[in-house]
């Protein structure tokens, strides 16, 4: 069966940074999206970033373009969310998703996605 597992989340001053993992098994042979989302308390679900699988094209939510990055590691099958310039704003727990079908610009809205992770909490402190 396919699993997505998040670490990395943590405690972070703002202007810190951290890296989120996330690692896949099971059947991924069909993933051709990989993407990170968040929520926080009371909040919808947001976008925060998306990648294709292998990575070729990427998109980013406004709110975090310049400071998030997808590195990925195709051959470990692991996705990563590379978190810096961390703001107070940024606290929320954040999912891994993975899609099996690339709609472009379309992936940023969470139902593109077929997998989902458990959540990894961030939290920022001022």
């Known amino acids: 069966q396919v699993q997505l597992v998040e670490s990395g989340g943590g405690l972070v001053q703002a202007g810190g940074s951290l890296r989120l993992s996330c690692a896949t098994s099971?059947?991924?042979?069909?993933?051709?999206?990989m993407g990170w989302f968040r929520q926080a308390p009371g909040k919808e679900r947001e976008f925060v970033a998306t990648?294709?699988?292998?990575?070729?094209?990427?998109y980013y939510a406004e709110s975090v373009k310049g400071r998030f990055t997808i590195p990925r590691d195709s051959a470990k099958n692991t996705v990563y969310l590379q978190m810096n310039s961390l703001q107070v704003e940024d606290t929320a727990v954040y999912y891994c998703?993975?899609?099996?079908?690339?709609?472009?610009?379309?992936?940023?809205?969470?139902?593109?996605?077929?997998?989902w992770g458990q959540g990894t909490q961030v939290t920022v402190s001022s």
């Open positions: 099971g059947r991924t042979s069909n993933f051709y999206a």
């Open positions: 998703a993975a899609g099996t079908t690339w709609r472009g610009a379309s992936m940023t809205r969470a139902d593109a996605y077929d997998y």
């Open positions: 990648i294709s699988w292998p990575g070729r094209t990427s």
